[in-house]
């Protein structure tokens, strides 16, 4: 077919009119951009460089930098006219292009740096703000890391024009069609022999962070397996032309085979090593969803129009020389259905910005991107509405330098020195103060301390209801009954087995007077199972507490999202060899949602040379749809650190219930001897929380706690500060 050069105002709203009409499927017109070879700023005349849309220079017909003219895009609101063609708004005045009164908008906020700006911090914020009614999606540009992105509008019946200012622009085989789509024009594919396939540029080689999102109608049912034809492959960077291992690597593709051959995203770790996430529910025919594959370098994560569905671990993604496909997995297993709306990102784009390109309301939208170096960073945002009409900010400019000094202006909030490490400045702070954000300190409040000195005491330690601590504590003025935040639950949890024996005859806790750990009387808590119980795990002991932490509060003690406690304890374990091999010392549990962490002494032939030793674990009780789901999440092993028997030793856990990046990490000596990052909160059910600093179950054995304390983040002198 004989390629015609493209309009340049085949983005304005006129357009559509020609494409759009309801139900009707229009052939693919060819599109092709090109653009003379010029040199110098607003020089028309002679040979030079490639043109360019994305360089930040006017080296071409340009109206404004890298927009309006004959070749590149319209410009956005704000930007230079000559005309309103030269206008996405189309609209003209004075020179500038102003916002039409049809059509979406979408501009730039506070506190995004101004375009030019010179900074020397190593982060800037991006605030954006779009309106237009409901359907619009927004995606954000930054630092061009928007590679390859085909709307399908406008695009030939041999080419599919890349938007990105990549010119990665698809070859479209098979005599696939347009057909109404999510906004405007979308691809038809029939699942025989349609698809789009784009050569390999180096910019989509992607082994770091990328984000693949795309907005699917499949006109087939789901559940799609190897070898059944159509409705497999959505985009994939994998070619059945490639050679040798690298063929693939990563698929958005129907046949996860960790969950009924459901759509998913498969990342090729290694030439033998594949990792899969799932959408782990049917996806109806004739039904729009926003699909979106996001990998941080980290982890992976897979959304349905804006919710997380799964995610997984990645070691990292194999490099492929793979053409880019789409509507293929990459084997000829192609798609049937309608595609819209397809991006590829050399960047991890945040779960915010996720929601905001599934086609929401009008919204606003900060995003915060760190660890910048030296250098210019360039960015726009670009809005869509149900009509394929589009909106474009100006492309913006940020100048970073930083300081040769990288304390250079850092203050530690006046409570500490600033140091440099790994090139970048951190703060040693006071006692008493925190680094947060590795450049702030922020004070650490211990919330109680106890010896459980004179006038503590245990009230109902022989009955079936869990022994509360009551009194004064001398050290501090903490009154144990009524300064705990929360309530004493009294009967949660409590004779698990019915039918067990009562519980006075097998467990005990009170205060009592004993050597302390610089050989001293001091007065402990003691907690112990006093015989071997037959049923098991019927019956323990523990003091505990309900905690319903206020997540709107400024106050860390209120929120309860990062505690720190520290104890001196003594243990002796009586290892039966009918009973299970762990004992439980601290726990952390939400009953509404039916889950928890807990700090266990574990001692199984094999592990840690038989010695008994310390393991994190986290287990879920119920699935969603309440069914018994007893399952471990984590769990850490033998750290190479025996657990203390029979000695005093000093114990220290500290957690974070942080809704993104939470945390545990237990100490022992001053050693580090397991720890957890990476927890996601749960965050749904009854938000109540049974917080257990002591505990004793399955195990006969008995333990000793004094010097017990809580604060509210590690205090600096704590190696789990750091």
Partial sequence: MKMKKRDRHSRLGKRCHLLFQSGVMIPLLAVVVAGPHVAGCDDDSGDGPQASCTDGTRNQDETDIDCGGAVCAACGDGQRCNDSTDCLSGLCEDGVCQHGTSGPYVAFVDPTEPDGAEVSKDWTDVAVEWSGGQGLSLVVDWKETLVAHFDFEGAGGETASDLSGHSNDGVVEGGASTVQGRFGAALLLDGRDDRVVISSGTDMVLTGPLTVEAWIRPDRAQEICEGQGANHGIIAKCDEQAQGTNRCSWQLRYGAPTDKCRLGFMIKEGPETFRWISVHQDLDPDMWYHVAAVYDGTTAKLYVDGSEMDRATVAGIMPSQARLMIGDAGYGDLFEGALDEVRLHARALSTEEISA??????GSLTRRFDGLV??????????????GRWAQTERRMLHVELSTDPCEGVTCSGHGTCRVESGRPTCDCEEGYHVVGNIYCEQVRLLFRSVFGDGVTMEDAAQVQHPRILGLDAVTGFRWETDVPGSPADNLFNNMNDSGPPYNLYADERIESIPGPDGSDVRALFMAFIGDDPSNGAHFTRSMYNFYPDRTSSERFDRFLEMYVKADAKMHMQWVQDQPQWRLMMEWVSYGVKWRWGLYVSKVPGVNGGQPYFRLQQEQFYDA?????RRVVVNEEAMGVDVPLDEWFT????????????WWKVA???????QFSGQTAITSGNPSYGYNPFKVYGVVGHTWYTNFELWDRPPSSSILAQ
Avoid at 357 to 362: E, F, K, M, Q, V
Avoid at 625 to 629: K, L
């Fill in 651 to 662: 114990l220290e856990v500290s957690w974070s219930d942080d809704v993104s990046d939470g």
């Fill in 625 to 629: 749809q309440g069914n018994p789901d």
């Fill in 374 to 387: 030296s250098g210019d960073y360039r960015y726009q945002a670009k809005v869509v509405d149900a009509q």
């Fill in 357 to 362: 390109s599934c086609g929401i309301a009008d």
């Fill in 668 to 674: 022992v000596d001053g050693v580090v001897v397991c």
